[in-house]
């Protein structure tokens, strides 16, 4: 995980924390700053740096005391390397600070905590450069010398511990909170919601075809970006049985999943600010859009919220909210039981899917206002109360029709922001006391009984150990990297040092949401590979696994009960095919993949000159 932003009562510096305030004084969005790669693919990628969405000088990186041992170049050895000229309409950042000003947003990444959402991605209000220790930006990616000795340690934790060791954090729930260990593989049947041995792979519907090898299906060139702007928001990618689609720029576009061609074009009348990725079962879909597009003068925001037919590729209906007599500016939007809800620093409002119908408005009664939600099996809520001095957030399970509350739990005072990673089982995350230490915005895991409102128990999951992240600030239910089923939660380790010379890898664990320890369970990514975790196939976890310099990526699906990995993709090895995956990757794209074929997004079209070939889609494809 990555360094996390300063406090929001200093003044105005790092984007996405602070008091609320009305997104309308937000500027539009920026990319997420692009991490330092060596030719051919990524390399680390720095913390956000201070700036509060207002450009920033170039910081030139310090030296370390001691040199770093060469590194190949290449992706996947996790050394710093000399920033290159970024490329833009991968889902990357170019080098400059973007149109008016502000700064990215972190899959993950926000561009102020009340402003226009991004896609959940790193937010450098300048161009990348090794972190250095002591500085702000070391806590995921620092120095080789340090890597070594960090990666030695967690290297002997997980060979003592059959695990990853961490200590316990602090709160009203200590009874109830865990750490993680190498425990045993307690708890009920998996079937029962329990921890038991795991999942099953007789659900999963994502199978091994015969020849695992993958071509490239077809790739979508990056879009052209209006001349006075540098980069605009391409947030957004479903997939249904026959179309896959993706925003552009004041558009989404559905293409053919096979062969790429376009079947139908959506314009808006701007640039989409942020969507959800839950799909109704007969392909509908909601995003948040700006009623015009931005100017230096005239950012806009994001007040539109459009249900969208992802077969007939129509928009069915747009609607807006007001608070009091102004428009709402919205940061996120969900679907949940037939039911579209967006929140903001306003509160939340909601919608019929079928009809339109407005369901419901902000509640302005009482010191409290829902923030945004999480949706799909359930509707959950993050409702804030109090000031930001004694902020309390409530986690509650709304009836989406009434907007009811059927229950409700309530975390402890100081946590300003949380994040939800499941709604059903119920998973919250948050950063408790700003001590990610890594901008991840996760530092504890709270799993909470749907059914009472009562903690089941707390996780905590130091920055430095794991790396998954969550956009707490404004986006709520963005969070990257872990899946949640069987009643547990998948989490990757962070990279450590590998077998091979300044090889780096890491592995993904398993935590019982039920006693919050760990399974015993272990998937390593393999030498020169770093698993990411996508999404749940029936009781199977599906994860990617970026590649070594030399090497395509891979689609695997990791057995719930034996964690045994079964390949189910891998990608050309070619060089030409590499450059385009490797800035592709989990923490800076969208990844979607189902029924064999893969396809990896950019969330950020930009004008950034590059002498390679920008592309904003790229499609693989087995059989």
Known sequence: ???????????????????????????????????????????????????????????????????????????????????????????????????????????????????????????????????QPGQPGGGRRFNAQAAIIVSAVVAIALIVGG????????????????????????????????????????????????DTASKVLFQVPAPQVPKDSTTISTSGSWLTDTVYAKSGIAEVVGYDRAKGTEKWTIDLPGPVCEATG?????????????????????????????????????????????????????????????????????GGVAWDVASGKQLWAPKTS????????????KLVAVRKCGTYEQRQLHIQTIDPKSGKVITEYKMDEGIEYAGIVSTDPLVVAADVGDTAGDGSGISDFFSIDNKTGKLRTRISAPGEEFAARCDIITRIEKCSGLAVGNDRL?????????????????????????TGKQTGQRADAGDGYQLTPLRMDGGNVLAYKRP?????????????????????????????????????LPDY??????????????????DFSSSDKEYLVIAFGTG
Request: charge should be negative; proline fraction near 16%; aromatic fraction near 8%.
């Open 1 to 131: 995980m990555t360094q996390p932003p300063p406090p929001p009562n200093q003044p105005p510096q790092q984007p996405g924390f602070g008091p609320p305030r009305d997104s309308s004084q937000q500027p539009s969005q920026q990319p997420p700053a692009q991490p330092p790669a060596p030719s051919g693919g990524p390399g680390l990628h720095k913390a956000p740096q201070p700036g509060y969405g207002y450009p920033q000088a170039p910081q030139a990186p310090q030296a370390p005391q001691t040199p770093p041992p060469a590194a190949p170049q290449g992706p996947g050895y996790g050394y710093p390397q000399q920033p290159p000229t970024p490329a833009a309409g991968y889902g990357y950042p170019g080098q400059q600070p973007g149109p008016y000003g502000q700064q990215p947003g972190p899959y993950g990444q926000q561009p102020g905590p009340y402003g226009q959402p991004g896609y959940g991605y790193p937010q450098p209000s300048t161009m990348p450069m090794p972190p």
């Open 163 to 210: 695990g990853v060791w961490y200590a316990s954090s602090s709160g009203k729930d200590d009874d109830k909170e865990t750490t993680a260990d190498s425990g045993g593989t307690g708890g009920k049947d998996a079937k029962n919601g329990g921890g038991g041995t795991g999942g099953t792979s007789s659900e999963a519907k994502e199978k091994a075809p015969a």
């Open 278 to 346: 839950h799909v109704t079962e007969d392909n509908k879909t909601a995003i948040i859009y700006k009623p015009a597009m931005p100017t230096k003068d005239d950012p806009q925001r994001c007040t539109q919220v459009a249900l969208i037919d992802l077969e007939a590729g129509k928009e069915v209906w747009s609607k807006s909210g007001k608070s009091g007599t102004m428009p709402i500016g919205f940061n996120n939007v969900t679907l949940s039981g037939g039911t579209v809800a967006a929140g903001s620093t306003s």
């Open 366 to 377: 009482d010191a409290c206002y829902d923030s945004g939600y999480g949706g799909g099996e």
């Open 490 to 514: 998948y989490i990757p380790t962070e990279e450590h040092e590998g077998e091979g010379e300044y090889s780096q890898t890491n592995e993904i664990v398993a935590f019982d949401l039920s």
């Open 548 to 584: 070594p310099y030399d090497k395509g990526g891979q689609i695997v699906s990791i057995d719930g009960g034996t964690f045994q990995q079964t390949t189910l993709m891998e990608n050309p090895a070619t060089e030409a095919v590499r450059d385009v995956e490797t800035r592709m």
């Open 589 to 606: 794209a969208e990844i979607l993949f189902s029924q064999g074929s893969l396809y990896m997004s950019g969330v950020y079209a930009s």
